[in-house]
C-alpha cells in the first residue's frame, strides 16, 4: 500500500521541529522498525507524550483507549485530523511535569515518550509526573538519544538539552520511583549519519536524500539485533511502576 501523504507541520511554532517530524513521516520502513522495537510493552490503555504529528502514533491507534498529547496547539490540529473520526482515540494538551486531572484519571497501562524527555530541562521532575500517570504495574516506554559525544547541531536545532547515557537513564529511573525492565541500544546504523551530517556538515535539519537512503536501507539495519554486543543513536528504557 502506498503511505499517505506526510502531514504539514509548518503551522506548528518550532519550524526544525515541523520540518524534521514531515521527513520522518516519509520514513515509513524506519518508523515501523522503531515501533516493532517497542510493540511487545506496549498495552491496552496507552498515553502518548509528545505524539507530534503522529509519525509513530498511526501504529498503536487502535488500541482500547489511546490519548494523543502534545504542547503544541498546531501539532493537536493534525492529531486531530488524523485520529479525531476514532472514538477511541483523545487529543489533550500536556506540558511535563504539570499534569491535568483528567489525564489522572486515564488510568493508563502504558505511557509512550519518544524523542521527548531529551527536549525538558527538568527530566526528573518529568519522569516524575509521567510516574504519576501510570497505574500501578504500568509502563514507561521511552526512546531517548543516546551518546553525549554525538551531540551537534542537530542536536542544538532541535532543542536538546543532553544526549543519555545507560547510567544516566538507570538513575533518572530509580529517582522517579520505577524499575528498569529493560534498556538496550537501538539504531547502531544512524550514528555515523548523525554524527556526520551534525559535527562535520554541521546541519540542523536531516537531508531528505539521506533519509530516503537511509529508509529503504532498514531491512539490513535490522540485523543489528544478531549482534552480541550493541551500541547505538538511542536507548530504549522500559520503566515500570511498582504494584502498591
Given amino acids: 500500500m502506498k503511505p499517505a501523504p506526510a502531514p504539514d507541520a509548518r503551522g506548528g511554532r518550532d519550524p526544525v521541529g515541523a520540518a524534521t517530524l514531515e521527513r520522518m513521516a516519509t520514513a515509513q520502513a524506519f518508523n515501523r522498525w522503531m515501533y516493532q522495537r517497542l510493540e511487545p510493552w506496549i498495552g491496552r490503555r496507552v498515553l502518548e507524550v509528545g505524539s507530534g504529528i503522529g509519525n509513530l502514533s498511526q501504529f498503536f491507534a487502535d488500541r482500547e483507549r489511546v490519548v494523543l498529547t502534545d504542547t503544541d496547539a498546531g501539532y493537536r490540529e493534525i492529531l486531530r485530523a488524523r485520529f479525531g473520526h476514532r472514538a477511541n482515540v483523545a487529543v489533550r494538551e500536556l506540558s511535563l511535569p504539570d499534569v491535568p486531572a483528567d489525564l489522572v484519571a486515564e488510568h493508563v497501562d502504558t505511557i509512550v515518550c519518544l524523542n521527548v524527555l531529551e527536549h525538558i530541562e527538568d527530566d526528573r521532575r ?119
Avoid at 178 to 186: A, D, G, I, V
Avoid at 210 to 220: A, E
Avoid at 221 to 237: H, V
Fill in 126 to 244: 518529568a519522569l516524575a509526573a509521567m510516574r504519576g500517570l501510570l497505574a500501578p504495574g504500568g509502563r514507561l516506554v521511552l526512546l531517548v538519544p543516546a551518546l553525549p559525544f554525538l551531540y551537534g547541531t542537530l542536536d542544538r536545532a532541535l532543542g536538546h538539552y543532553r544526549r543519555y547515557t545507560r547510567s544516566l537513564l538507570r538513575e533518572r529511573y530509580a529517582e522517579a520511583g520505577l524499575s528498569t525492565r529493560r534498556l538496550e541500544y537501538f539504531n547502531l546504523a544512524g550514528m555515523p549519519g548523525w554524527w556526520f551530517v551534525g559535527k562535520v556538515l554541521r546541519r540542523e535539519v536531516i537531508p531528505q536524500g539521506s533519509l530516503g537512503l537511509y529508509d529503504k536501507l532498514v531491512p539490513w539495519f535490522r540485523l543489528e539485533r544478531l549482534l552480541p554486543w550493541r551500541i547505538g543513536q538511542s536507548l530504549i528504557a522500559i520503566g515500570e511502576r511498582p504494584r502498591e
